[in-house]
Nanobody, 118 residues
Framework: VQLQASGGGLVQTGGSRRLSCVASGITFSRYDMGWFRQALGKEREFVASIAKNGIDTYYPASVKGRFTISRDNDKNTVYLQMSSLKAEDTAQYFC????????????WGLGTLVTVSS
């Protein structure tokens, strides 16, 4: 199983960025997908999730209204559209997959770094 995230980079404060994560080795449409992030010296934080149906999504208050998760089951890809980026959004962003809707995530990618700077 491989989850390959991409799209990270340097972004100005207030800017936007879209992350992608391509999954292989799993039947993508049978997995809920999530995005997490970890800033330097901090614990990993949940950012967004999307159910296998592509309809149900969840966000913490810290990103709600600014980030949007979506998926394309035909392309085995989950996206994270980020806007109105702030310095505190700087982190390594990881995608993850879980089979059981309320269980632990089964598979994790290596992540892509997003740096928000003025």
């Amino acid at each position: 199983v491989q989850l390959q995230a991409s799209g990270g980079g340097l972004v100005q404060t207030g800017g936007s960025r879209r992350l992608s994560c391509v999954a292989s080795g799993i039947t993508f449409s049978r997995y809920d997908m999530g995005w997490f992030r970890q800033a330097l010296g901090k614990e990993r934080e949940f950012v967004a999730s999307i159910a296998k149906n592509g309809i149900d999504t969840y966000y913490p208050a810290s990103v709600k209204g600014r980030f949007t998760i979506s998926r394309d089951n035909d392309k085995n890809t989950v996206y994270l559209q980020m806007s109105s980026l702030k310095a505190e959004d700087t982190a390594q962003y990881f995608c993850a997959a879980r089979f059981a809707p309320s269980g632990d995530y089964n598979y994790w990618g290596l992540g892509t770094l997003v740096t928000v700077s003025s």
